[in-house]
């Protein structure tokens, strides 16, 4: 490359939705625009979303990306992220039968997150308490997050253009937040977790990996959301998933992957790709 050329936001949007499903990736934005930043792409995320909404597609929640700290240095981030997630990138894992293909995924990797569906309207003055109350239901699920860019190098600025790396979101059993808020408290906050493939442990984690547990994660998304212009706050009937609570490890065709945690009555699930 011999030079820099500035981007403007729709340019960038569409170049990233021209390769979404396609199987092809691109430079980094970054690489072509130093001056590209996350100001810059949030500015992006709005667009992209009217595009994938003109071809009929539904916003049904929100991704929060890199929450968890021990993954920064080896992704080049300092914060955390986040993405829209639609009506065409989230299942069930019950209603899949367990099976889920990556045929349509760049270079996909598997993220094991505790995931919230909002019964009410957060605020940025709550407290983790008060976000609980906003919280209908709470499941352990797997978010697909892939990369538009070659071997997963990048600057910050480029994940949140390429949809905050979201892929796919499966998520698992909903367990209805009722009865005991304390007890909702402690188990969220402190509960382990342990990936495995074929059969195979491959990583742990726990609650605390993700800002220090998956309500914290959601108390930093909302309080970033009160602060952002261009984008709307989280709205009651979204699903957020909080981010990966081990290392994103590399998946293919043929692998049944495994999440069990302990700690917190959410059972386990499991995910043959093809």
């Not at 212009?229 to 692998?255: F, H, M, Q, S, W």
Request: proline letters at 5%; one cysteine or more.
């Amino acid at each position: 490359m011999t030079g820099t050329i500035a981007l403007d936001a729709k340019s960038v949007a569409a170049e990233a939705l021209s390769v979404l499903g396609q199987g092809r990736q691109i430079s980094p934005f970054s690489s072509r625009d130093p001056a590209f930043s996350l100001d810059e792409a949030y500015k992006v995320t709005p667009i992209v979303r009217q595009m994938r909404e003109a071809r009929g597609e539904k916003v049904l929640g929100r991704k929060i990306g890199f929450t968890n700290s021990t993954i920064w240095a080896q992704y080049n981030v300092s914060r955390p992220i986040w993405g829209y997630m639609y009506d065409r990138t989230i299942r069930n894992l019950s209603d899949t039968g367990g099976l889920a293909s990556l045929a349509e995924l760049t270079d996909p990797r598997i993220e094991p997150e505790i995931v919230f569906g909002l019964s009410a309207v957060p605020d940025a003055a709550m407290d983790e308490r008060g976000l609980l109350s906003c919280i209908g239901w709470v499941a352990l699920g797997y978010e697909i997050v892939q990369s538009i860019y070659p071997d997963w190098k990048f600057a910050a600025s480029d994940t949140v253009a390429a949809f905050g790396l979201h892929g796919a979101m499966l998520i698992g059993e909903r367990h209805p937040v009722s009865g005991n808020a304390e007890a909702w408290m402690k188990q969220l906050s402190d509960f382990d977790v342990e990936l495995a493939c074929n059969g195979n442990v491959v990583d742990r984690g726990h609650a605390r990996n993700v800002l220090g547990g998956p309500l914290s994660a959601l108390r930093h998304f909302v309080d970033v959301l009160s602060k952002d212009d261009v984008n709307p706050g989280l709205a009651a009937g979204e699903i957020v998933t909080t981010g990966t609570l081990t290392r994103a490890l590399p998946i293919k065709p043929g692998e049944t992957w495994t999440t069990t945690v302990s700690g917190i009555p959410l059972g386990s699930i499991s995910v043959a790709f093809g």
